[in-house]
């Protein structure tokens, strides 16, 4: 089992969640974050003073998949995500240990 | 001939009251925009509990000592702790009679005396006390508030022919039509005062000390400017042609400073941004202040076109000096006080207004130029000097400033034990009740 992890622009959310759904992947967490990476930041001036913004929205994706099925899931999202200028983000896979599902206690790939 | 009361008059005096009063609150979404999430609260608070404060000093002995008759004094009006009671039945006698309550004009001056002390506020944002805040609006306000508008705008008691306790800089000539001396260059002053002795936020120039919602400060310089319809309109007491032009003026010259503070932007930095048309319009309005009453329409485009260029680069005074004025009233207020109080002695003309004299450009000569520059002069040293000492004793009594883990935590937690936005649903809490 992998868990995959994208860090993409936050209007590409909806093309990636429609590409994994459309793949057949049922759930997904998503959450806002921020940092850098080879785009850097931006500079904001208020009242003349200059401000350098480092860190910039992002959004994290992450989702469960069985191992067999990771290297795809990962080519889903890259081509969906993928706009071919600085900042599209990353994609990476771990391995994950044991999975459970909350409700009916079941686990391991029965729980993704 | 007995002066007899004029609606039309008081209804206008009435209804710029409210207008004038508003502008507190507007200011406090104004500064309330412009500094960071966790310190919005306090902000507005500042403002807020002035309006509380300065109302009830106001009753009992501020209205007198600012524009009292009883001690005939060019520095102060007088000591009475009548609450107003005597009053009732009186009209108005600034310099002469007015047909309107002199209830109506005390509650008029009362929005000029609530709105100055909340204006210094913007300069120590994010790190002062509430408590200490409070104290300093109620000695700010009577040591120096209502003496210096008993100097600027007590035209003193007109009995028959003669006129006694008239203010000393109204006595010396100076114009100051709705308060470019009184409130703007006096609450500027007193800014740089508590800014320095408060010293720096804790991060200043380190971190990014953004403005949290840019809205609020568009809503806030909206509310400013409709309001100050009333702050120079009314300043006639009366709804005649003087209050027309004062109006007219008060629109042009903030019209101008917009269009001029974002146009600085345009060229040094390539974008015109909203905070800076919001700042130019108030840079705007406190130029006209004190002109709006003394100078033709057109001269007020270019009072005001200069006040948003000449505040929109004072504004970056503070990184040279290395003083932590936050919000900028120094050079919003003090700097756009400074110029509209001096540009009457250059664009001054009598043919506007009977009351007033000629300045530079109509053949004046220099001599309304130096009545000016004292006014702004003995406003700005006297404000100056009684900040420090009011400040230095808060500050060596009760403190005068946060501890640095409540301001780095956040002030609105701290002093108010609230938060202004609700950021993470997972935040909500549970009842104690």
């Known amino acids: ?112 | 001939m007995d002066v007899v009361l004029n609606s039309g008059d008081t209804a206008w005096m009435l209804a710029s009251t409210a207008l004038v009063l508003l502008m507190t609150p507007g200011l406090a979404f104004f500064y309330g925009g412009m500094v960071r999430s966790k310190s919005v609260l306090n902000m507005m608070m500042m403002s807020m509990v002035t309006i509380g404060i300065v109302s009830v000093l106001w009753v009992f002995y501020g209205y007198e000592l600012a524009f009292g008759h009883t001690s005939d004094s060019p520095w102060y009006g007088g000591f009475s702790l009548s609450g107003l009671g005597s009053k009732v039945n009186d009209l108005t006698n600034n310099g002469g009679t007015y047909p309107i309550p002199l209830l109506v004009f005390a509650a008029f001056q009362l929005m000029f005396a609530i709105i100055t002390p909340a204006l210094i506020s913007g300069a120590i944002a994010d790190r002062a006390k509430f408590s200490a805040w409070a104290v300093f609006v109620a000695i700010w306000s009577t040591v120096v508030y209502f003496p210096v508008a008993h100097w600027v705008f007590a035209f003193g008691n007109k009995v028959g022919d003669t006129v006694t306790g008239v203010g000393y800089l109204a006595g010396k000539g100076l114009e100051d039509f709705a308060g470019g001396t009184a409130v703007h260059i006096n609450a500027g002053a007193a800014g740089l005062a508590l800014a320095i002795l408060l010293g720096k936020r804790v991060g200043w120039r380190k971190e990014a000390m953004r403005p949290h919602s840019l809205p609020l400060v568009m809503l806030g310089s909206g509310l400013l400017w409709f309001g100050w319809f009333g702050f120079n309109a009314g300043s006639a007491l009366a709804a005649n042609g003087i209050a027309g032009l004062a109006f007219m003026n008060t629109q042009v010259a903030t019209a101008g400073a917009l269009v001029g503070w974002i146009l600085v932007e345009k060229i040094r930095n390539g974008h015109p941004t909203s905070l800076g048309a919001a700042s130019g319009a108030v840079a705007g309005l406190v130029a006209i202040t004190p002109a709006c009453a003394f100078v033709a329409p057109w001269a007020a485009v270019v009072i005001g076109f200069i006040a948003g260029i000449l505040c929109s680069l004072a504004v970056g005074l503070k990184y040279k000096f290395g003083f932590d004025d936050s919000l900028d009233v120094v050079g919003v207020h003090l700097v756009g006080g400074i110029w509209g109080s001096l540009s009457i002695g250059i664009f001054g003309a009598s043919v506007v207004n009977s009351v007033g004299i000629n300045g530079l450009l109509y053949g004046g000569g220099l001599a309304l130029l130096g009545k000016q520059a004292l006014g702004v002069g003995l406003v700005a040293v006297y404000s100056f000097i009684a900040t420090l000492i009011i400040g230095f004793a808060i500050e060596k009594t009760i403190g005068f400033r946060v501890k640095k883990d409540a301001e780095v935590e956040g002030i609105d937690l701290n002093e108010h034990a609230e938060s202004a936005y609700e950021m993470y649903s997972s935040s909500r809490g549970g009842s104690s009740l």
């Open chain 1, 1 to 112: 089992m992998k868990l995959i992890t994208a860090i993409i622009k936050p209007f590409k959310l909806e093309d990636v969640k429609e590409a994994l759904t459309a793949f057949g992947i049922t759930g997904m967490t998503v959450s806002e974050a921020s940092g850098f990476g080879r785009q850097g930041g931006h500079t904001e001036v208020y009242r003349g003073a200059e401000y350098t913004v480092d860190l910039i929205p992002k959004i994290r994706l992450e989702v469960l998949v069985d191992g067999s099925e990771a290297e795809k899931v990962i080519d889903v999202i890259v081509k969906a995500a993928s706009t071919g200028a600085i900042g599209d983000g990353k994609v990476w896979s771990s391995p994950v240990d044991n999975i459970v599902r909350v409700r009916t206690g079941e686990r391991g790939t029965d729980a993704i």
